[in-house]
């Protein structure tokens, strides 16, 4: 197994989908090879991110009637004997009827979903990419206050080359960067702090939209976080520090040369 069929089957092993053959063929290559190991930790981290605080809905009162209309049957539950009767007919077409009315409901709430949280789950990843940081205590892969060290370290292992800004008099020193992964992509993670507080910056290109987005800030589980987009990339910065003082710091970044 290489690292492309590795990846493509991720998803399946992670959900427990996968068959024995395929879980022993992954668990074999996630043992010998640590890109993969690296993504399946990123994965079960955001899976679990997501189970904890997605939020679910109840499906609205009179949606199954009205799928029960459209597709003709009888609104209310027939009695037993006569479902036991109608069934033991060979009336497939209405079964496809039914599935094709329930796929089609399914694909347009979850479209709708993904269109509504997309940033969400973006923000999702942002707090786990953020907490894993502090959590395992690797905040950096390059400790240095110097920019000049940081900026050419980044850009040399990624596809862009991120603004790193020394805020040291504005009180907001640089501590170093790191490579970190969100999004589906490998970013980069400036970090700053303030008094005891981390404050990590992820940076990367945006490629859903080229507006420039102005600031928004959101606050989860005692994190704040302030997104904006400018220039064609994308912004994020999180801690723990109060929102006002960490819209203070990104507006020092997002100001400075
Ligand atoms: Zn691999």
Redesign the pocket.
């Known amino acids: 197994m ?2 492309t069929n ?2 493509n089957l991720l998803h399946g092993y992670i959900d427990q989908e996968l068959d024995l053959a395929s879980v022993m063929a992954i668990d074999g ?2 043992a ?6 690296e993504i399946y930790a990123q994965q079960s981290t955001l899976r679990s991110a997501i189970r904890q605080q997605a939020q679910y809905h109840a499906a609205p009162a009179g949606l199954a009637e009205r799928i029960r209309a459209q597709v003709g049957i009888d609104t209310k539950p027939a009695p037993v004997k006569s479902i036991q009767r109608r069934w033991a007919l060979p009336d497939f077409s209405r079964w496809l009827q039914v599935g094709a009315a329930v796929a089609a409901t399914a694909v347009v709430t979850w479209t709708a979903a993904l269109q509504l949280n997309g940033p969400d789950l973006i923000a999702e990843e942002v707090i786990s990419g953020h907490a894993r940081s502090v959590v395992t205590n690797h905040l950096t892969d390059v400790a240095t206050s110097d920019r000049h060290t940081v900026k050419p370290w980044l850009s040399s292992k990624l596809d862009f080359s991120p603004r790193v800004s020394d805020l040291a008099t504005a009180g907001f020193p640089l501590e170093g960067g790191r490579l970190d992964y969100l999004d589906g992509r490998p970013v980069a993670a400036l970090v700053y702090h303030r008094r005891q507080h981390v404050i990590n910056l992820f940076v990367w290109p945006e490629t859903k939209s080229d507006k420039a987005l102005p600031m928004q800030t959101l606050s989860k589980n005692g994190y704040h976080v302030v997104h904006w987009r400018d220039a064609g990339m994308t912004y994020w910065a999180i801690s723990d520090l109060d929102t006002g003082e960490l819209k203070d710091f990104a507006n020092q970044y997002a100001s400075a040369q």
Do not use: G, R, T, V
């Open positions: 290489d690292c590795a990846q290559h996630l010998s090879c640590a890109a993969c190991k």
